[in-house]
T-cell receptor, first 114, second 115 residues
Framework: KAGVTQTPRYLIKTRGQQVTLSCSPISGHRSVSWYQQTPGQGLQFLFEYFSETQRNKGNFPGRFSGRQFSNSRSEMNVSTLELGDSALYLC?????????????FGSGTQLSVL | GESVGLHLPTLSVQEGDNSIINCAYS??????FIWYKQESGKGPQFIIDIRSNMDKRQGQRVTVLLNKTVKHLSLQIAATQPGDSAVYFC??????????????FGEGTQLTVNP
């Protein structure tokens, strides 16, 4: 079974631009979560999607948004990029159901904002 | 100027020794805990998990201990190998009212195994 796939692997953008990152979960996993990882803040939760609905949201500004499609694939978007948005963005999927909190992570998209 | 950021705890061990990585968690209501290993350039990889109704759980070469009284979690790696060199994160699950789930991660520990 293929793991969580994230594209692109690397991105370089300039301040003020917007970016869209893509994630394909493990087959059969219907929940997708996004995390931001930086040396300064560690791993921070962005949001979780299930059945095309945002179920949970972290403490990030409205410039960070996401969506999920009917095939469970997810995208996240960051608008008006700032230098501080440079980070590794990690997508994770899991099975829904009681006791299924285990997240499976992709390799991430490394975003550099210049 | 000096950069401000998380100071990653480090642990250096000799190959073949046992390693113990510690973690303090914050939410006494958390009911699920998990350890991840992250190698350079990769996403976090699941190692072992434990529920709050347990004190200890063993896997292959790894053991997780949970002390709810002092909100402490530890990961023990037996016969540490060079391939175990990585950053190790603990995480706690905070169940959300919306039936969602979110993991709160610790700062991580850099484990270095010397041959």
């Amino acid at each position: 079974k293929a793991g969580v796939t994230q594209t692109p692997r690397y991105l370089i953008k300039t301040r003020g631009q917007q970016v869209t990152l893509s994630c394909s979960p493990i087959s059969g996993h219907r929940s997708v979560s996004w995390y931001q990882q930086t040396p300064g803040q560690g791993l921070q939760f962005l949001f979780e999607y299930f059945s095309e609905t945002q179920r949970n949201k972290g403490n990030f500004p409205g410039r960070f948004s996401g969506r999920q499609f009917s095939n469970s694939r997810s995208e996240m978007n960051v608008s008006t990029l700032e230098l501080g948005d440079s980070a590794l963005y990690l997508c994770a999927s899991r099975n829904m159901g009681q006791g299924n909190e285990k997240l499976f992570f992709g390799s991430g998209t490394q975003l550099s904002v210049l | 100027g000096e950069s401000v950021g998380l100071h990653l705890p480090t642990l250096s061990v000799q190959e073949g020794d046992n390693s113990i990585i510690n973690c303090a968690y914050s939410n006494s209501a958390s009911d699920y805990f998990i350890w991840y290993k992250q190698e350079s350039g990769k996403g976090p990889q699941f190692i072992i998990d434990i529920r709050s109704n347990m004190d200890k759980r063993q896997g292959q070469r790894v053991t997780v201990l949970l002390n709810k009284t002092v909100k402490h979690l530890s990961l023990q790696i037996a016969a540490t190998q060079p391939g175990d060199s990585a950053v190790y994160f603990c995480a706690e699950n905070s169940r959300q009212e919306t039936s969602g789930s979110r993991l709160t991660f610790g700062e991580g520990t850099q484990l270095t195994v010397n041959p």
